[in-house]
């Protein structure tokens, strides 16, 4: 597999440290609101990443953390005048609702920074004690400029950053470019004893801990979306890097943004959009496919429009699943001299699929071969009368393929009752006697029910509309 590494903008050969075991680390999100659809995507993108992993022999110990501690969260407690830890339990909650709707499988570990307060408050001493970072008016700073390498992520010049750099207001820093790791609490904050006063981790050491803490020193692949290049991964790196003494991450990944309407959302301007909001009107499952269809590091557009093609595109493969579980129950032979031709067929999608997803996660034109293994068998099964053994392997293959890229989650047992299974064998008969106004009076009666026939070589399929 090829993987796009943003540290070094080119593709390379992805090479585990441990041939054992892939380490990734997944920024998770602040929770003070409920997850957006820039949220979603690396949450849906590397998802898949981690499926795919799986699925080529990895043993993946992947990490997500919440951020559960953070300005925005003690603002909305104050609005809502109740304890920050009812907002992030709330929200982490929510969180759970969406991801879990979106098909995304629980990490290994999922840290919060609250839980992991004596880790940060270790490394921030360690930086201390090698003098890469120093305590100052109840805060405790990173040197930034002491940390050679800063800027290698997002490759930009020390001097540009520094151009761009202030001291805020109530800030006693040494260098603008540098950056809080401990924030002294202020009158009414939640806080926590530490060598340099009460206060709370700064947002960037919390993942630097959690790394270190539950995957080590050195990881394989961080990964998050574009917007946390510069300043958050860059300063993850400077931390880790001087409290550690070795390379932080071999590899890093970075999922591109998200427009509305051809319009880069935002809430000034007013195109934001929740998960929930879109998936009370469309389900989660057209939110996932919509997030995976293009390239991971491609900007994508939202749009109604867009939105509507996606479900269209699963009702396709919906159709073909549900046909091959019909064609399975109505194969006549198990076996016959065709199959070995047609399963050969068949598993060229499997190399197309993969070939595509060894090309940094192509997911795009992993969906390309997915669609054309929905076509081979519209053609090459649904329509002829196959052997049962075909059918079972082109069912095989359809569910690990969409596994990997999890979708086609929501499949019902479709299980008609006794009424309908009753008027269909009645249409049945009545076609063989060539009754077509009782058939086609059947046919409407079920089509006003929600209950729509399609007649096939195998026999009648059906789905709820």
Request: glycine share 6%; charged share 30%; proline share 3%.
């Amino acid at each position: 597999m090829r993987i796009f590494n943003t540290m070094t903008r080119c593709k390379e050969d992805f090479v585990p440290t441990d041939k054992n075991e892939v380490k990734i680390y997944a920024c998770g999100p602040t929770v003070y609101n409920y997850i957006h659809i820039g949220n979603a995507r690396p949450l849906c993108v590397f998802d898949v990443l981690r499926r795919y992993m799986e699925y080529r022999g990895y043993n993946v110990k992947f990490v997500q953390n919440f951020t559960d501690i953070d300005d925005k969260i003690i603002n909305r407690a104050n609005e809502e005048g109740i304890p920050f830890e009812e907002v992030s339990k709330k929200y982490i909650s929510e969180f759970w609702t969406d991801a879990h709707g979106l098909n995304f499988k629980d990490a290994t570990v999922h840290p919060k920074a609250t839980e992991n307060i004596d880790e940060i408050i270790d490394i921030i001493g360690t930086l201390v004690d090698k003098g890469y970072a120093y305590p100052a008016g109840g805060d405790v700073y990173f040197r930034t400029l002491k940390f050679k390498e800063y800027g290698k992520l997002s490759h930009q010049p020390i001097e540009d950053l520094e151009s761009g750099a202030r001291i805020a207001v109530g800030e006693d820093k040494e260098n603008p470019l540098d950056f809080a790791l401990w924030k002294g609490a202020k009158e009414g904050e939640p806080y926590w004893d530490s060598p340099w006063g009460k206060g709370r981790p700064g947002w960037h050491i919390e993942c630097s801990a959690m790394n270190r803490k539950y995957l080590g020193k050195t990881i394989d692949i961080h990964c998050g979306g574009q917007d946390l290049i510069f300043p958050h991964h860059e300063n993850e790196i400077a931390q880790s890097e001087c409290a550690n003494g070795c390379t932080f991450a071999k590899y890093w990944m970075h999922n591109g943004y998200i427009n509305v309407d051809n319009v880069k959302m935002s809430k000034s301007l007013g195109n934001f959009k929740t998960v929930r909001e879109i998936a009370d009107v469309y389900g989660y499952e057209v939110i996932r496919f919509f997030l995976i269809s293009s390239h991971y590091r491609s900007p994508i557009n939202y749009s109604l429009d867009i939105i509507e093609q996606c479900k269209s595109a699963l009702e396709r493969l919906y159709t073909c699943r549900e046909s091959l579980d019909f064609a399975i129950k109505n194969a006549e032979n198990e076996v016959s001299d065709d199959d070995d031709m047609l399963i050969s067929v068949l598993s060229r999608r499997r190399k197309q699929f993969v070939d595509a997803m060894d090309d940094d996660l192509n997911t795009a034109d992993g969906i390309a071969a997915l669609f054309d293994l929905t076509k081979d068998i519209n053609t090459k099964i649904l329509d002829k009368n196959v052997s049962k053994k075909v059918c079972k392997y082109a069912c095989a293959l359809y569910d690990e393929l969409c596994d990997v890229l999890g979708i086609l989650y929501n499949r019902k047992n479709n299980n008609l009752d006794s009424e309908i299974e009753s008027l269909i064998e009645q249409r049945r008969l009545a076609r063989i006697n060539r009754d077509w106004a009782t058939a086609d009076k059947i046919r409407d009666d079920l089509k006003a029910r929600g209950i729509i026939l399609k007649d096939t070589p195998q026999g009648v399929t059906w789905s709820k509309e």
